[in-house]
């Protein structure tokens, strides 16, 4: 019998299309935008896998509704969207798309912090709007130096190695802090490890890596921010939730901290009155540090092998609840 397969998403390119279709007979949510809940519920009664995005809340309700489902493969590297022990708990195979949004989104990491240091996006803007009005003047639109200058990584997974890569190039110091040492990046990137405090301390830009979990969930807040230097710089590429986002609002406010450059927010898309965007010290971005063509293409291709492979019977390359799997290799 043939399996069938749901995909959130119509903008799915057809190289990973071809490969659901290859062992399933597909439905595509059709309109443009994540599918409502209604229709994600009513959707996955009736199949064996799912594709989806982040945008799509996997919870015990939906698992139930999808009496069938085999597998949920979801096109991030970033499963906070998952309830992953109900999956578990049901037996449902999940997987994600490490791996090949690495790059992108460490250059994406790169630009936030060029952008915000530099005022790129405020001095397009200056100029946009007319406000250029002398030749040039000694102390214009300036910044801050990027060179020379202490990045501090959170969370040293693959991206925040890529990012630690960039930024030596960038004649960068790197401290980080992580739940284990890296003892490859202190020794390719002279990354030198430091406890959380240290890191708050003592970057001069502090770069957001770690997943959203229980244990991240807020775990910059107000006490975190306080202990930045006031010239510090925030970047977040992460997830919204891991900074709480008030107190990084009053932060940026009272100067507490010079400024941030953040892809992710706690509600996406972000509200017309959140205050951070009448701000001129944070530079603001709507959660594409993946987004390239190359890297959405991969991440497509990935999440249809992995559902295929789920769908086949097949041990996924990238399980997430390899508990599921036992005993079936
Ligand atoms: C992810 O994959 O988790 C990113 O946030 C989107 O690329």
Do not use: Q
């Not at 798309?97 to 001095?123: F, K, S, W």
């Not at 229980?214 to 010239?231: D, F």
């Amino acid at each position: 019998m043939t399996s069938r397969a749901y995909v959130s998403s119509n903008e799915i390119p057809e190289k990973a299309l071809a490969i659901v279709r290859g062992v399933a007979e597909a439905s595509i949510h059709a309109a443009d935008g994540p599918p409502s809940r209604e229709e994600l519920l009513r959707e996955v009664a009736g199949v064996d896998g799912l594709l989806c995005m982040l945008t799509e809340r996997i919870d015990g309700e939906l698992l139930d509704a999808g009496k069938n489902l085999k597998i949920v493969s979801s096109m991030s590297v970033g499963y906070d969207h998952v309830d992953l022990e109900a999956a578990t708990k049901r037996g449902v195979l999940v997987t994600n798309t490490p791996g090949v949004l690495t790059e992108a989104t460490a250059d994406t990491t790169l630009g936030l912090i060029l952008a915000v240091a530099r005022r790129i996006v405020e001095g397009d803007r200056y100029l946009r709007d007319g406000s250029w009005r002398l030749k040039w003047s000694p102390m214009m639109m300036v910044g801050r130096d990027v060179h020379g200058k202490t990045l501090g990584i959170y969370g040293m997974g693959r991206i925040g190695n890529s990012v630690a890569r960039r930024a030596t190039g960038f004649g960068m110091r790197i401290i980080y802090h992580n739940r284990s040492r890296d003892e490859e990046s202190e020794k390719e990137n002279g990354a030198e490890y430091r406890s959380k405090e240290e890191l708050l301390r003592e970057s001069d830009f502090l770069s957001v890596h770690v997943p959203l979990n229980a244990e991240t969930r807020n775990s910059i807040g107000a006490k975190e921010l306080a202990m930045m230097k006031p010239t510090a710089f925030l970047i977040n590429t992460s997830r919204g939730g891991v900074v709480e986002e008030r107190a990084l609002v009053e932060a940026l406010k009272a100067g507490t901290i010079a400024g941030a450059g953040l892809d992710v927010f706690e509600k996406e898309p972000i509200e017309v009155d959140n205050p951070l965007i009448g701000m001129k010290n944070v530079v603001l971005t709507p959660h594409i540090g993946s987004g390239s063509v190359e890297s959405r293409t991969a991440m497509a291709v990935l999440a249809a092998e992995n559902l295929a492979a789920g769908l086949k019977g097949e041990r996924p390359p990238n399980l997430l609840n390899p508990e599921t799997f036992k005993g079936r290799e």
